[in-house]
C-alpha cells in the first residue's frame, strides 16, 4: 500500500517555499515497503515527477534543491544539475546559492558557476543584497562582489530583512543588538536572543520571557511571555498565564483559556490551535 505525504500538509521546514504560477510543482513523500522517497505533484495532485531523495524544495527558476545521501540541485525533468559534491549547498535566494567546500565557503549562480569563490569560514544566503559572512571566528556583511560592507567584528548575525538585522557582540555576555543596511546601530547590544524583523516586529527573548520589538529598537511589548513566534501577516501566536492565541504588538487578537499549544502560517496566513478539551 502507498500514500502520499504533502510537504506543506506536513509542516517540514525543508518543504517551505513559494509556489510559482509557471511552476506549479508541489514536492511530496511517497510512503512505500522501501521507505518515503520525493516526488513532484502537479496542481490537480497529479505525481508529474519521481525521484530516488528523500527530501526537497519548491522548484524555483527551473531547478529545485533536493538531498538524499547528499545535497544538490535537479532540473525540471529530475536530472541531477550541480551541487552534490559540495560539502554543503543552501537555497536559491536573491539569484545565489551559497554553497562550502573544503577550501571554505562562497556563492554559485543558478546554472551551478562559481560568483564568489569559497574563501569565507561561513556565510548565510543573500537577503536584501546583503549576505551575512565570517572570517576568523566574527561575523560580518558582504555585498555580490564579496566586498565587505559591514566588517566582521560581531560573534554572529542573522540575514537583513525590513532593512534590520539582529548582530551578537563578540564579548561576553555575548548580547544581541540591532544594525541597519550600513552598519549603523539602531539598537546597541541589550537582549539575550533577538530574532529577524517580520511585518515591523521582532521577536526578542531576555531572562526567560519573550517580548517584541519595533524598528527603532523600542519595546513594542515588555519581555513578559512565556513563549512567542515570529509575527506572520502581522499577527504571532503565543503563550501566557495559561492562556495561548494571537498578538499583534502589545493587542491581544485571539485567546484560548487553555496553556500549550501549536501553530503554523502559509502565505496568505493560515493559524492553527489545539483545542482546549481535545
Avoid at 509556489?19 to 505525481?47: C, F
Avoid at 528523500?54 to 524555483?60: K, L, R, T, Y
Avoid at 543573500?126 to 567584528?153: C, H, Q, T, Y
Wanted: with cysteine.
Amino acid at each position: 500500500m502507498r500514500a502520499i505525504l504533502l510537504c506543506i500538509i506536513s509542516g517540514f521546514a525543508f518543504c517551505s517555499g513559494p509556489i510559482s504560477g509557471s511552476e506549479p510543482r508541489i514536492p511530496a513523500w511517497r510512503i512505500g515497503n522501501d521507505g518515503p522517497n520525493l516526488v513532484y505533484l502537479d496542481k490537480e495532485g497529479k505525481i508529474v515527477l519521481e525521484t530516488d531523495f528523500e527530501q526537497g524544495a519548491f522548484f524555483d527558476q527551473g531547478i529545485a534543491r533536493v538531498c538524499g545521501k547528499t545535497c544538490g540541485y535537479i532540473d525540471s525533468d529530475g536530472e541531477k544539475r550541480f551541487g552534490f559534491n559540495y560539502q554543503r549547498i543552501g537555497d536559491l535566494s536573491e539569484a545565489l546559492i551559497d554553497y562550502c567546500d573544503s577550501n571554505g565557503c562562497g556563492f554559485l549562480d543558478r546554472n551551478g558557476k562559481v560568483v564568489l569563490k569559497p574563501q569565507y569560514d561561513e556565510v548565510l544566503p543573500f537577503s536584501e543584497g546583503l549576505a551575512g559572512a565570517s572570517k576568523n571566528g566574527r561575523w560580518g556583511f558582504i555585498d555580490r562582489s564579496g566586498r565587505w560592507v559591514i566588517s566582521p567584528v560581531y560573534g554572529s548575525v542573522d540575514s537583513f530583512s525590513e532593512g534590520r538585522a539582529a548582530v551578537q557582540s563578540s564579548k561576553a555576555p555575548h548580547l544581541y543588538g540591532i544594525i541597519d543596511t550600513r552598519g549603523g546601530t539602531i539598537l546597541p547590544f541589550k537582549y539575550q536572543r533577538i530574532y529577524p524583523f517580520s511585518s515591523g516586529l521582532a521577536r526578542f527573548f531576555h531572562w526567560d520571557r519573550f517580548g517584541f520589538l519595533d524598528r527603532s529598537g523600542t519595546m513594542e511589548l515588555s519581555a513578559s511571555l512565556e513563549w512567542a513566534e515570529d509575527p506572520s501577516q502581522g499577527l504571532a501566536f503565543y503563550i501566557h498565564d495559561n492562556r495561548q492565541g494571537f498578538r499583534k504588538g502589545n493587542t491581544v487578537v485571539i485567546s484560548l483559556d487553555c496553556a500549550g499549544g501549536h501553530s503554523f502560517s502559509a502565505n496568505p496566513v493560515v493559524a492553527l490551535v489545539r483545542s482546549c478539551k481535545d
